[in-house]
């Protein structure tokens, strides 16, 4: 990691110390680029100077985190996709259960509120606004308390609800001056709350949980961390709908696609055995143990190598301490489901592993797995997960193994290092040996050299004198050139000033393009016409220029008389000045030539007449 790299990652551990926001998930290519606009706008180059900035201006704080929370949302963003959800997947929602049941509507990400009014206006549309109340709460969380605070005062200005459609933005806003505000009565059911999606526990039991474009803005790692998130919050028969910018292709054991084309998923429900082994025995039931029974118990333990067993039904059975240890794991989450906890994927994917071991009746290794540390280290383990059968031949569950392997790697990187250096010490002695004998041999080529470099140099000083005199004569000549040159300077300066005076006191536009149509000349009568100086259009294309003169218009007559079809165009064209007044345009267009009758270009001359 260089230097720039380091300031970057120092930056993000003072916003996380500082003010909470922990940024360290996102991708680095696009969180660059958002802290770069904010150096860019106060003027800063480097990540430390902008750092001292944070600290002695913390206004700068909220600028800043607007800038990287991209807080892009709209009413119906996407039509077509709301529409699908609206007429497929709404019903299946809302006839899945009790006709009195709950609906829990969850939209991650959703800035200042419009996704998640647009959802409480499909819901009561579909099930009439007295329904709604009594059966529906939608979620709506982010990370930006500033338009959360927007989205809580639930008013929006003209152009934000021009994609609400007519009847329903009738039926559902009312009309307070110059802004919407949305339903009251609506929006009671929407709850609006800071939460992070990285850290923060997920709300449970969600019928539908909206993440639109939020995603693709972390890093893969965490992207998974949040998908098996979003699989706990969701009740069994639960839909996922993502932006058109998402999607789920390596995460089927999560969701399964109901409509790609949309972004829609459904729950993937894991298949539950828990009925295939029998219930454990209770605690009083259990005959007491021996000490050869303790003493297995203890050895299992005290083990140094971390040892975790899972009943066929996914449930944790049994943690030794050192594996209490490495997954912060209590006593209480022994009996859970593994699919529930962090180590089911943290630092690899296990539920998959143990499917395998299960089904194949084999033990499963990995080796070389890498888990990152929160202090920055890096832990390598060899995990080995296997299958755990009784005489009868069935599976009971698995044994999961991780040994710890780190320090065995580094001093295999430390050795592989230190071969490395020893080969190439021995590559540099070998090749500054062949140097120094080259060296000695060109040592003595030099010295004979030397000597016929000596003589040649008393042939050279006698050269030297003859060019000596051939520059003085050159530099006379050069002072005659020079003297010529300036005399043509004034020459040129004056026509210059000439030809500016006479456009200065045309009072027509005159604008003159080369053949390729980039301009060459614009006079102050087109500045005051188009509202654009000289400066803003010399060498510009005369078709890209952004007036109130349809351009497009003029190419056809400028390529007549630049191909001599014509000797003079006219013509009138509907326009607008730089004032935005309509005007009559008449326009004159004649050929540019040089003074050996080449084509250099075309003079166009422009005036207005008020309509």
């Keep these: 990691m260089n230097s720039d790299d380091d300031r970057f990652e120092a930056l993000l551990d003072y916003l996380k110390g500082t003010r909470g926001f922990d940024f360290t998930a996102y991708k680095r290519s696009s969180l660059m680029r958002r802290i770069q606009k904010r150096l860019q706008a106060i003027g800063i180059e480097s990540y430390d100077a902008y750092q001292a900035y944070l600290a002695a201006h913390p206004e700068e704080f909220g600028l800043l985190f607007n800038t990287i929370l991209i807080n892009v949302t709209s009413f119906f963003r996407d039509p077509e996709a709301w529409g699908y959800l609206t007429s497929q997947i709404l019903p299946r929602i809302l006839t899945g259960g009790r006709p009195d049941s709950a609906i829990r509507v969850w939209s991650t990400g959703c800035a200042s509120g419009e996704e998640a009014y647009t959802l409480a206006m499909i819901l009561a549309e579909h099930l009439g606004i007295e329904a709604f109340r009594r059966r529906v709460k939608i979620y709506a969380s982010d990370v930006d308390e500033d338009a959360l605070m927007q989205a809580r005062h639930a008013t929006y200005g003209a152009t934000q609800v021009e994609d609400v459609p007519p009847e329903l933005l009738s039926k559902y806003f009312e009309r307070v001056d110059d802004r919407y505000l949305f339903h009251k009565d609506i929006r009671r059911s929407i709850i609006f709350g800071r939460h992070d999606l990285i850290q923060d ?73 828990r009925d295939a082994v029998p219930p454990p025995e209770r605690e009083e039931e259990r005959p007491p143990m021996s000490n050869d029974d303790r003493l297995q118990v203890l050895s299992l333990e005290t083990d140094p190598v971390a040892r975790v067993v899972v009943r066929a039904d996914g449930t944790l059975s049994f943690a030794n301490g050192r594996a209490r240890t490495l997954f912060c794991l209590t006593h209480q989450e022994v009996g859970k489901r593994l699919q529930d906890l962090e180590m089911s994927f943290r630092p690899i994917e296990l539920r998959s592993l143990i499917q395998d071991a299960l089904t194949q009746h084999r033990a499963i290794a990995r080796k070389d797995i890498l888990w990152p540390t929160d202090a920055g280290e890096s832990r390598y383990f060899d995990l080995e997960v296997v299958p755990l059968t009784d005489a009868s031949g069935e599976t009971l569950g698995v044994q999961l193994t991780f040994n710890d392997v780190s320090r065995y790697r580094r001093l295999q990187e430390e050795l592989e290092r230190s071969k490395n250096e020893l080969e190439t010490a021995y590559e540099e002695l070998q090749s500054s040996n062949e140097e120094l004998e080259t060296t000695n041999e060109e040592l003595q080529s030099t010295n004979e050299e030397l000597e016929t470099t000596n003589e040649e140099l008393q042939s050279t000083n006698e050269e030297l004198e003859t060019m000596n005199e051939e520059l003085q004569s050159t530099n006379e000549e050069l002072e005659t050139t020079n003297t010529e040159l300036r005399m043509r300077s004034d020459e040129l300066n004056t026509a210059n000033a000439f030809l500016a005076s006479i456009l200065t006191g045309l009072e027509v536009a005159v604008v003159v393009v080369d053949p390729k149509l980039q301009v060459l000349a614009w006079n102050h009568r087109a500045e005051d016409l188009w509202g ?68 250099l270009g075309a003079i166009i001359l422009m005036d207005e007449i008020p309509v």
């Design 201 to 273: 526990a997920p709300i449970s039991r969600v019928n539908l949980l909206v993440c639109r474009n939020t995603l693709m803005y972390f890093t893969r790692e965490t992207q998974a961390k949040v998908l098996n998130r979003f699989h706990f919050a969701l009740r069994n028969g639960g839909f996922l709908f993502m932006g058109r910018a998402e999607l789920l292709l390596t995460h089927g054991e999560l969701f399964t696609p109901v409509e790609l084309k949309w972004r829609v998923f459904g729950k993937t429900l894991a298949q539950d055995v």
């Design 532 to 599: 654009l100086r000289a400066g803003e259009v010399q060498g510009r294309h005369l078709m890209n220029l952004d007036i109130g003169l349809p351009v497009e218009q003029l190419r056809q007559p400028i390529r007549a008389v630049l191909a001599g079809e014509t000797g003079l165009a006219e013509l009138t064209l509907d326009c607008r000045n730089r004032r935005g007044k309509s005007v009559r345009c008449p326009i004159r267009c004649t050929q540019l030539t040089g003074g050996n009758g080449e084509t």
